[in-house]
Every structure is written in C-alpha cells, then in structure tokens.
C-alpha cells in the first residue's frame, strides 16, 4: 500500500491533505511534536475510513525524525509521498534587527536541516522503486524576502534551494520534487474549497509533472 508521511500533520491543511490521499488508497504517517495530539488525529482519520497512525519527532532532531519517518515505513509500508510543512514558530517571524544567530540557526534547522534529514531518509525506497513524491509547503517569504519576518526569511528560501536542487537532481528518476508556496493564512485567503481545496491543489501536485515551484495564488493577493 501506498504511504503518505505528512511531517508537521495537524488538525487542518494535514488533516484534509490525509482525507484526500486516503481516498486514493494511501496509508498516512502524521508526523509533529505531541504524540496526544497525533493519536486524537490518527483515531479521527480511522474513523472516517483512512488508515492513520502517528510518530513525534521534533524536526530540529534529526535523529528523532529519522526515526519516526523509519517507524512509519516498516509500521505501514514504504514511504511513497512525502509532504514536508512544518509550520513556523513565532520566534521565527521577529523584525530583522532582532535576528541573533542563535534564532537564525534554529530556523534554519527546523526548515532546510530538517527538509534535508526527512528526504535522505525517504529517498533510497523511492529511488530504488523509480518513483516518489516530495512536496514542499512553505510561505511566501521563500520567494520574496519581509523584514519583519526575518527568520523564514532566511530559512525558507534555503529549504526551498534544496527542493529545487532535489527536483533537477531526480528528473530522470521517476522521483518528483515540488514546492507550494501559499503567501499566507488558509482561513484568511479567499481559496475555493478552503483547506480542502489546497488539500486538492496538493494531490494534483502528486499526480503531475509540473515545474518545481507553484503558487497557490499570486503572491501580491496574499501575505506571509
């Protein structure tokens, strides 16, 4: 059976994005840092018919999130699509003169260093079957820098360097890599279907050949 591992699952976009792959027949691996809040998700999903289970992991842990994204596979089977969206702290979105290196590196961490540990460990299976799907949620300041939000500032536009490096690389290899760029909060965009249609736009990412990068709506319409 095909396996969804969502890290940064939640109560919204993760849930309606597990609803919609598990329509498809796919097994989801909710992956985030409180293992209650997961259970309560899994036995959610379950009830509705999608095969669910969770595993925490901090993604700054690299150790710990290897190991959930390694659970998830020999528990449901290998890991065919990875969706990685973790969402942003508040510290990260600090005006720019009040970035220390210290803040900078613990964003850096949470968005590319984990991006990075989550795709080396999922990517041996998908590369070894010829197939696989890696997609990126991030905000809208990976493409345009704001100094108020100056740590993804800094870090989205680096785990987004990596995506597309990781599209170009794998090009050939039946693996695809995409990224979503939504320039603000779902609830306050005006979305047709809400979440359940960025959980639609996000399936359509999965079964396409699209460029690397797509925006969910123009980045001037919406904010970070």
């Known amino acids: 059976m095909a396996t969804l591992a969502i890290v940064g699952a939640g109560r919204g976009l993760g849930a309606a994005v597990a609803r919609r792959f598990g329509r498809e027949g796919f097994s989801i691996a909710l992956i985030s840092r409180d ?7 899994a036995e959610r999903l379950e009830s509705e018919g999608v095969t669910a289970r969770g595993y925490s992991a901090d993604v700054r842990d690299g150790a710990a999130l290897e190991a959930a994204l390694t659970a998830a596979a020999k528990d449901l089977g290998p890991i065919t699509a990875l969706q990685y969206s973790p969402l942003p702290a508040r510290a990260y979105l600090e005006p720019v003169l009040d970035l220390t290196p210290e803040l900078a590196l613990d964003a ?3 968005s590319a260093l984990g991006l990075i540990t989550a795709a080396r460990t999922v990517l041996p299976a998908m590369r070894e079957a010829g197939e696989g799907t890696i997609i990126l949620i991030n905000g809208g300041t990976s493409v345009k820098a704001r100094a108020g939000f100056s740590g993804t500032s800094v870090a989205f536009p ?5 995506g597309e490096m990781l599209h170009e690389a794998l090009s050939d290899e039946g693996v ?9 909060s779902i609830p306050k965009l005006s979305i047709d279907g809400g979440v359940d249609g960025v959980a639609e736009r996000i399936w359509e990412l999965h079964t396409s050949t699209t460029e690397f990068r797509t925006m969910l709506i123009p980045l001037e319409e919406g904010r970070e």
């Not at 680096?158 to 990596?162: I, L, N, T």
Request: hydrophobic share 55%.
């Open 35 to 41: 293992q209650a809040k997961l259970d309560a998700l």
């Open 108 to 110: 850096l961490s949470f």
């Open 158 to 162: 680096a785990e987004s360097a990596y």
């Open 176 to 184: 695809r890599v995409f990224q979503l760029v939504i320039p603000g």
